[in-house]
């Protein structure tokens, strides 16, 4: 059920940039919704009306908020969870129109906006218009959309004026984009120490499922195996990607997804590795080599530097390992050269 919570003039619901799964309805009282124009970087204030929900884009699509909701005078607003508002917007007609105009009217903004920075004027300033569009999303921690229109510059203009400035906040927004999957996953495997991040509902999601063998799949995938226990990993993971993408052994590809990983780690390209076996488990939550997969994160983390996310994912591992499994005994080793590097 919706939680209806109190908030007192002058709180903030939440701040620009938050990462949260919570949706909300304005009760009663005032509410200010303050972003920036995506043009002119200029502060806009929106008021929400009583009945109107706000969070929804964001919380549905799991990305940092892009406004912040400050509370003009004592409010009432109504808090719902992912699924709580699903089952709301599911059983009530009104309220689906309601969505679509809202996003309507946002979508027809953010094209005029669009428009003004690529559409008109030289080509020239349609160059720096793009940039400035994947510089406004990374400035604002939105990384996923902050890759595309990035990308899209540095494919459309691979010697512009801000093809290196491109390139730069294109790795970085690439890294942020690994860190932000991370954090949903260690979320929702149940960390206690990610206080303001609170899982979202999964969507539906596949398993890997024993059916008719590909023998040309399994050759390929255990000669990718040897090539691997012969530290020839560029070689293997060649052939893992190749069995993935054909998919002609639903057992196989699933595997072959988890060692592409492993070999990503063992290549050093410890970002992409991240990436990879994150989309890995939420894709295959009941994957066999789950538990070894979030060691890799690990890792992965480890060869990063970043000890805190390492050591955070072991000690997810050793709470989901039985003491006598292999990867909780080499959890168990990592934690120790981990304390050892810190002392």
């Not at 912040?68 to 808090?79: N, Q, R």
């Not at 999601?205 to 023998?215: E, K, L």
């Not at 530097?305 to 000690?315: C, E, I, L, V």
Request: charged fraction near 25%; proline fraction near 5%.
């Amino acid at each position: 059920m919706p939680k209806a919570t109190q908030y007192k003039t002058n709180s903030v619901i939440y701040f620009q940039g938050d990462v949260g799964d919570k949706i909300f309805i304005l009760k009663a009282g005032k509410v200010l919704s303050k972003s920036n124009d995506i043009e002119t970087k200029e502060e806009i204030n929106e008021l929400v009306a009583p009945g109107e929900f706000f969070g929804v884009k964001s919380a549905l699509g799991r990305y940092p908020r892009d406004e912040t909701a400050l509370v003009l005078s004592d409010s009432e607003v109504l808090v719902f969870t992912v699924p709580e508002f699903e089952q709301l917007v599911l059983s009530n007609t009104r309220i689906i129109m309601k969505m679509l105009k809202v996003f309507s009217n946002q979508l027809r903004r953010m094209h005029g906006k669009v428009q003004n920075l690529i559409g008109h004027g030289t080509a020239k300033d349609a160059e720096a218009g793009l940039y400035s569009i994947g510089e406004y999303y990374f400035t604002n921690r939105q990384y996923k959309p902050a890759v595309h229109a990035l990308t899209r510059y540095l494919t459309l203009y691979p010697s512009g004026r801000y093809a290196a400035q491109a390139s730069d906040l294109a790795r970085k927004a690439g890294q942020g984009v690994a860190q932000s999957d991370s954090t949903a996953l260690f979320a929702a495997a149940g960390a206690d120490d990610e206080p303001d991040f609170r899982p979202p509902t999964p969507a539906p999601v596949a398993t890997p499922v024993a059916g008719p063998s590909d023998p040309s799949a399994a050759k390929g995938f255990f000669e990718a195996v040897a090539l691997a226990n012969q530290e020839k990993y560029l070689e293997a993971f060649k052939i893992f990607q190749k069995i993935v993408t054909t998919n002609a052994d639903p057992e196989h590809s699933a595997k072959s997804e988890f060692e592409m990983g492993r070999c990503l780690v063992f290549l050093t390209k410890y970002d992409e590795a991240v990436k990879h076996l994150t989309a890995l488990i939420q894709k295959y939550p009941k994957h066999p080599d789950l538990k070894d997969a979030l060691y890799f994160i690990g890792r992965s983390y480890q060869g990063k530097n970043d000890m805190t996310w390492a050591r955070n994912f072991f000690q997810k591992i050793l709470n989901l390992a039985a003491e006598d499994e292999p990867v909780a005994i080499k959890t168990r080793k990592a934690l120790k050269e981990l304390e050892g590097a810190k002392a």
